[in-house]
T-cell receptor
Framework: AQSVAQPEDQVNVAEGNPLTVKCTYSVSGNPYLFWYVQYPNRGLQFLLKYITGDNLVKGSYGFEAEFNKSQTSFHLKKPSALVSDSALYFCAVRDGDSSASKIIFGSGTRLSIRP | GAVVSQHPSWVICKSGTSVKIECRSLDFQATTMFWYRQFPKQSLMLMATSNEGSKATYEQGVEKDKFLINHASLTLSTLTVTSAHPEDSSFYIC?????????FGPGTRLTVL
């Protein structure tokens, strides 16, 4: 069975500093990995995905993530944090590449950017 | 990107009543839709996979008679919470995928008094 783990419940970063939100995964086949962001009382917004290809994936709002097969990690990064980046971030893994493939979410990491 | 809508966005009901939540794919057809629930400050838990024209597939621990799912068309899936109780209060989110990427509805906040 596939799973993802987000070891940090909360990450606190000063505005302008780089940020990293950690994620590790476990899959039996090829990993299809995603990052989503959720603002209060809102649905999920897609940030980026890894299906195949370059290990460094660039996404929305200046975010990027690095796929590391040997460490089974897919950490989310941003070079310079903004206060508006404060939100709940979910790492997710999909069990296939079709429209019927399920997505399993990590526990979420709350990112707090202080001015 | 593709758009998934949900209705209503929030609902308050009395204990013992039933509540129906709609999920629509607005600009694509979806033979499969997914229903999640999210408790405050927690992750999204997959409840069931809704399949157009056939029975839904429920995750372990989810009562199929409690959470009725109907996927009667390629653009609409409904989740009915039957005989709702306060512990059913939660944020319910649906999703659908036209291909590689899954798109999520804005969510429905259910409060059962």
């Amino acid at each position: 069975a596939q799973s993802v783990a987000q070891p940090e419940d909360q990450v606190n970063v000063a505005e302008g500093n780089p940020l990293t939100v950690k994620c590790t995964y476990s899959v039996s086949g090829n990993p299809y990995l995603f990052w989503y962001v959720q603002y209060p009382n809102r649905g999920l917004q897609f940030l980026l995905k890894y299906i195949t290809g370059d290990n460094l994936v660039k996404g929305s709002y200046g975010f990027e993530a690095e796929f590391n097969k040997s460490q089974t990690s897919f950490h989310l990064k941003k070079p310079s944090a903004l206060v508006s980046d404060s939100a709940l971030y979910f790492c997710a893994v999909r069990d296939g590449d079709s429209s019927a493939s399920k997505i399993i979410f990590g526990s979420g990491t709350r990112l707090s950017i202080r001015p | 990107g593709a758009v998934v809508s949900q209705h209503p966005s929030w609902v308050i009901c009395k204990s013992g009543t039933s509540v129906k939540i709609e999920c629509r794919s607005l600009d694509f057809q979806a033979t499969t839709m997914f229903w999640y629930r999210q408790f405050p400050k927690q992750s999204l838990m997959l409840m069931a996979t809704s399949n157009e024209g056939s029975k839904a597939t429920y995750e372990q621990g989810v009562e199929k008679d409690k959470f009725l799912i109907n996927h009667a068309s390629l653009t609409l899936s409904t989740l009915t919470v039957t005989s709702a109780h306060p512990e059913d209060s939660s944020f319910y989110i649906c999703s659908a995928s036209p291909g590689h990427e899954q798109f999520f509805g804005p969510g429905t906040r259910l409060t059962v008094l």
